[in-house]
């Protein structure tokens, strides 16, 4: 069975431009989550979608979006991108929202110059 | 607030054991989990812990104390390719009914021959 997938694998985009990151969840699953990781620092929770809902939002400003869709797939949007939005960014699916076992994408490493 | 603390870095022979440990300070807590995390790819799961005590899994174990605010993962017999970040991450009562997890800046495991 196929994991996590998420799409880039990497981006270089400048200030000021806006970027989209896709993730598909393991089959079956229903709930996607986004986090950041900047540089020798832990994952820091975005997002959490489920049943195409958003279930939970961490402390990101509102440059920061997502979605989900029919099919459970998620977009995460940043728009005007600053130097510090540089990271790492993880998508992870569980079953459900709430106890279950969270598992990672290979994630998108955006650099903004 | 939430505050998680794991040593930065530590160092280990191949064929030893390491125990690398985590205290937590949590409103509330609703389960801890640890993730191995190489270099440049995305954490994998290890262990789930919600009950006091000891869970087992072939060369990897994981302690919790909830009254104590303390897990530890241990790792026995240990390989060259077990060289990578240990991520300690929370899930407590303000993640709701959502699975946000907090993480640990991560403890980073060198293992020399």
């Known amino acids: 069975d196929a994991g996590v997938t998420q799409s880039p694998t990497h981006l270089i985009k400048t200030r000021g431009q806006q970027v989209t990151l896709r993730c598909s969840p393991i089959s079956g699953h229903k709930s996607v989550s986004w986090y950041q990781q900047v540089l020798g620092q832990g994952p820091q929770f975005i997002f959490q979608?489920?049943?195409?809902?958003?279930?939970g939002r961490g402390n990101f400003p509102d440059r920061f979006s997502a979605r989900q869709f029919p099919n459970y797939s998620s977009e995460l949007n940043v728009n005007a991108l600053l130097l510090g939005d540089s990271a790492l960014y993880l998508c992870?699916?569980?079953?459900?929202?709430?106890?279950?076992?969270?598992?990672f994408g290979p994630g998108t490493r955006l650099l903004v110059l | 607030g939430q505050n998680i603390d794991q040593p930065t870095e530590m160092t280990a022979t191949e064929g030893a054991i390491v125990q690398i440990n985590c205290t937590y300070q949590t409103s509330g807590f609703n389960g801890l989990f640890w993730y191995q995390q190489h270099a440049g790819e995305a954490p994998t799961f290890l262990s789930y812990?919600?009950?006091?005590g000891l869970e087992e899994k072939g060369r990897f174990s994981s302690f919790l104390s909830r009254s104590k605010g303390y897990s530890y993962l241990l790792l026995k017999e240990l390989q060259m390719k077990d060289s990578a970040s240990y991520l300690c991450?929370?899930?407590?009562?303000?993640?709701?009914?959502?699975?946000?997890?907090?993480f640990g800046q991560g403890t980073t495991l060198q293992v020399k021959p």
């Open positions: 812990n919600v009950l006091d």
């Open positions: 979608y489920y049943e195409k809902e958003e279930r």
């Open positions: 991450a929370v899930r407590g009562l303000w993640s709701g009914n959502t699975g946000k997890l907090i």
């Open positions: 992870a699916s569980s079953s459900l929202a709430g106890q279950e076992t969270q598992y």
